[in-house]
């Protein structure tokens, strides 16, 4: 089984969805000693966005052929300014392909890309989950729900922490309940 891990955080050490995709590629390490792991930094080597010459390469591309050769992807995004970071953006448009990850038919778009396992660890400094005042406002998870679900891939697991800027005792208790999350993650 092969494994994608993309961090984009860039945070470093400090990291919270670093720190939770380590714990889920460890878990799912302990559970399957075979599995090869590709490991992406998106922060320290990020993808260029699109422009009009990339289009014709981007079918070809290194981002989608891991994609595409990955049974398990593990993706680690921090909420920045409401939404995912830039250079993850760049990523997904890089796996976005028309004929590889999704194509029209009479009935619409249909995903391609269904038999994968995508795994997100999410981190926010604030209070976005469901029921909170801020929850409109929350276009990180709903966009990757969004994304993945129109290449096919309708069971997105998702891990969060949040309120991580709220006060060190907040990090705290959210990161050891999200670690909790990361530990129970089945092979």
Known sequence: MNLLHLDSSIQGERSASRALTAAIVDRLRAENPGLAVDYRDLAAA???HLDLADLAEVAEGDDLKAFLDADIVVIGAGMYN??????LKAWIDRILVAGQ??????????????????????SR?????PGSPA????????YLRSV???????????????GLAISEATRTAAMAAALDQAALIAA
């Open 148 to 162: 993945f679900g129109f290449i096919g891939v309708t069971a997105l697991e998702v891990i969060v922490a949040e």
């Open 135 to 142: 929850a409109a406002a929350e276009h990180a998870e709903t």
């Open 101 to 122: 990850t999704f194509r029209y038919g009479a009935n619409g778009p249909e995903g391609l890309a269904g038999g994968k396992r995508v795994i997100v660890a999410l």
């Open 46 to 48: 990020p993808p260029a």
């Open 82 to 87: 409401f939404t995912i970071p830039s250079q």
């Open 125 to 129: 400094g604030g209070l976005y989950g």
